[in-house]
């Protein structure tokens, strides 16, 4: 996952973490995640999946992983319970040894790491013969509080479609079984799980998608005052009914596979 692009907890929490608390809870029954044993969590964040799996089992253990020290310390901070265990590491190559943990999971992390395939099959290594490896992404149309965000950047400024499409992978359906079918795992489910993000007003949307976090963030950062403007003012019209500010909800949807380990 880009450091640069998600370095702040805070900045995650506002734009992503409140999302990701909503879908821990349908990724965890779909990926169905044992009562006891050792689970790892690849790209943990600022633990919204650790904190569901934690409060649902009392007997199984959980490690953490990140690449961004911020996020680990964060977890360090936030959690205190001695079943959980926070690494700062590299998906590309998890410090455990071959068949280490029961289950391998990973909440919309994939999207962003490069030679995902790498990734993957770090995920298959660390599991035993048995386990579960399971992962979710969001999906290309989705996500629409994103989508309508850079729907409207790119008709002020064409340029946007490269940050819009920059580091998405794993984004359409059939790409995350694929991938799990070819680095060797059985059983191969793929599904869709859908949220409603509900927000309390338009800043509620539209600050977080601006304050440096995510692709919005970066690409935001970079326009000249003027620009900004003219984005908050189209992104406005277009949600907002007869420009009443207000509670509204966007959908989204996200991509969710599990596999077994052979043996």
Same mark, same amino acid.
């Given at each position: 996952?880009?450091?640069?692009?998600f370095?702040?907890?805070?900045g995650?929490?506002?734009?992503?973490?409140?999302?990701?608390?909503?879908?821990?809870?349908?990724?965890?029954?779909?990926?169905?995640?044992?009562?006891?044993?050792?689970?790892?969590?690849?790209g943990?964040g600022t633990?919204?999946?650790?904190?569901?799996? $934690?409060s649902? &089992?009392?007997k199984a253990? !959980?490690?953490?992983?990140?690449?961004? *020290?911020?996020f680990? %310390?964060?977890?360090?901070?936030r959690?205190?319970?001695?079943?959980?265990?926070?690494?700062?590491g590299?998906?590309?190559?998890l410090?455990y040894?071959d068949?280490?943990?029961e289950?391998?999971?990973?909440?919309?992390?994939?999207?962003?790491?490069?030679?995902v395939?790498k990734?993957?099959?770090?995920?298959?290594r660390?599991?035993?013969p048995?386990g579960?490896?399971?992962?979710?992404?969001?999906d290309?149309?989705?996500?629409?509080? $994103?989508a309508i &965000?850079?729907e409207?950047? !790119?008709?002020?400024?064409?340029?946007? *479609?490269i940050?819009? %499409?920059k580091?998405r992978?794993?984004?359409?359906?059939?790409?995350?079984?694929?991938?799990?079918?070819?680095?060797?795992?059985?059983?191969v489910v793929?599904?869709?799980?859908d949220?409603e993000?509900?927000?309390?007003?338009?800043d509620d949307?539209?600050?977080?998608?601006?304050?440096?976090?995510?692709?919005?963030?970066?690409?935001?950062?970079?326009?000249?005052?003027h620009?900004?403007?003219?984005?908050?003012?189209?992104?406005?019209e277009?949600?907002l009914?007869?420009?009443v500010?207000g509670?509204?909800?966007?959908?989204?949807?996200?991509?969710a596979?599990?596999g077994k380990?052979?043996g």
């Amino acid at each position: 996952m880009p450091v640069a692009m998600f370095s702040s907890p805070e900045g995650y929490e506002h734009i992503m973490g409140r999302w990701t608390s909503k879908l821990a809870p349908l990724f965890l029954d779909f990926a169905g995640v044992q009562k006891t044993g050792t689970v790892i969590d690849v790209g943990c964040g600022t633990g919204s999946l650790v904190h569901e799996f $934690s409060s649902r &089992f009392s007997k199984a253990e !959980i490690t953490g992983i990140d690449p961004v *020290q911020a996020f680990i %310390d964060h977890c360090r901070n936030r959690f205190h319970d001695p079943r959980m265990t926070f690494t700062l590491g590299n998906a590309l190559q998890l410090p455990y040894p071959d068949g280490h943990f029961e289950q391998s999971l990973s909440v919309l992390a994939l999207m962003f790491i490069p030679h995902v395939d790498k990734a993957a099959r770090e995920m298959r290594r660390v599991t035993k013969p048995g386990g579960t490896v399971a992962a979710c992404t969001w999906d290309a149309e989705g996500l629409r509080m $994103s989508a309508i &965000f850079f729907e409207e950047a !790119i008709k002020l400024d064409r340029a946007a *479609q490269i940050k819009a %499409d920059k580091l998405r992978q794993l984004n359409h359906e059939g790409q995350l079984a694929d991938l799990w079918t070819k680095i060797g795992l059985r059983h191969v489910v793929e599904t869709e799980l859908d949220i409603e993000m509900d927000f309390k007003s338009f800043d509620d949307y539209w600050l977080p998608l601006t304050e440096g976090a995510g692709p919005s963030g970066v690409y935001f950062s970079e326009l000249p005052g003027h620009h900004r403007e003219n984005l908050r003012i189209r992104v406005r019209e277009r949600l907002l009914t007869n420009n009443v500010d207000g509670p509204f909800s966007l959908p989204a949807k996200a991509l969710a596979v599990r596999g077994k380990v052979p043996g």
